[in-house]
């Protein structure tokens, strides 16, 4: 991949000027399917673009010092690694790539989450650390299980590259893998039961609480590109190859929506965990799995 | 599993809200809008005294006043109409001069959209003496009100 199609791919398709308008797209799903199982109307199609637009003319408090630079830093690193995540996404076949984007595919995918860890420490707000105490345990929780599920799928099929990936055909193991990503999901975008870090009821959106105008849209817009490249990966994984790109496109984007549908469905089911019920479903039921999955995969390499 | 259930028929249920400007229906126990009759007002402003969401101004003046109200900041509890119908019966009139209707609440978008004000001509007592009496008695027969500063009057320029 050359530097033109790399910014190529970084900045209009699937970067930022596909992800963007699609993370909006995505935001609007989930309220919306979360708003009809609860029986109320939801917000209007628009209504996340609204709402990014509103909070972009929004003047916010002055804070001076490193901490204020700081605390303006990080929803922008985190913006930019998901765009960078959802860059790196094979939407289309033949569209490039290198070998190991799946690594750099999921420290990206990472890194937001870090930018909220280190945002709520330097709100100095008492609500702002205890949510990113909160996320920071979470994620030694559920990155295990993450990594171990990418790991099997790439020792199962013998490439690190997401092409390669998308275009191999589907192993049992990718499947179990495929499924221990799902069950990572909520966790990864803070959905019901795993919203401990952002309990709203409980302290008051946790590491945002001192965020507002430009600073939280930026927030907010990085939370739908993490929607998308996270949805975007698994769809990568399970959607069969197809060799035509516009129904490519087409089935990667009805994957896409079927996993948000059944993520809303999940948050919209169920209550929020504590943190130490979390943390012992990723360690205890859902980890076995995964050790299972890479084990089996490592085997299936040592004999073939 | 019946978390599920209950889920899927909310799905397919209909919805328990509605998107803006769409308005439910007051229920039984909405006392309503405050509706004002320059007609009947003698000028007490007790309302306004009585007004404990400040949504009511009284403004006393020489043979008028101004009555001022703000749907945005009322709180529809009635109080201004209860002691409107007591000064109603003091002064010896059947009528009063505040009702409520049950309408919705009104939508405004800025602070004081919404707020009314009247001016009413102070009413001679000669005009006083001709207005019908009451077909109900009054347990206190009605006092003319000097024209130029009275004692309510006053109060409301408080």
Partial sequence: MNLATALARLLIFPGL?????????????????????????????????????????????????????????????????????VGLLPVLPSSGGFEGDLILLLALLELPSMCIIAA??????????????????LSVAYNIVFLLAIVSIA????????????ALPATPLRWLGVLALLVCLPAKLHLNPFSLPNAEQEIYSGPMVEYAGPELAMWELSHGLEWVAATGLVATLAAPHIALW???????????????????ALASATARLAIDTTVRFYWQCTLIFAVLAVSSALLMRLRS | MNILTMLWKNLWGGNRTMLFP?????NSGYRGLIKFDPEHCTGCAICKFRCTAKAIEFKAGKGEFVWSYDPGQCTFCGRCVEGCIDHALKEGHAEHALTQESECPPVYLTQGELKVSYTVARKSPAAKAAAPKPAAPAPAAGTPQPESAPQSASGGQQ
């Fill in chain 1, 17 to 85: 000027l596909f992800a963007v308008p699609a993370a909006w797209f995505i935001l609007w799903v989930e309220r919306k399917a979360v708003a009809l199982m609860q029986g109320r109307v939801g917000p209007p199609f628009m209504q996340p673009f609204f709402d990014f637009v509103k909070l972009l003319g929004k003047s916010t408090p002055p804070r001076p010092g490193i901490g204020g630079l700081l605390m303006k830093a990080w929803p922008l690193i985190a913006v930019s690694s998901a765009a960078g995540a």
């Fill in chain 1, 246 to 264: 516009w129904l490519a496109a087409l089935v990667f984007i009805v994957f896409s929506f079927f996993i948000v549908l059944g993520l809303s």
């Fill in chain 1, 120 to 137: 709520g420490f330097s709100s100095r707000s008492i609500f702002g650390e205890i949510g990113s105490a909160r996320e920071a345990v």
């Fill in chain 1, 155 to 166: 020792a199962s099929q013998h490439t690190f590259r997401l092409e390669a990936l998308a």
């Fill in chain 2, 22 to 26: 769409a308005r439910p229906k007051v």
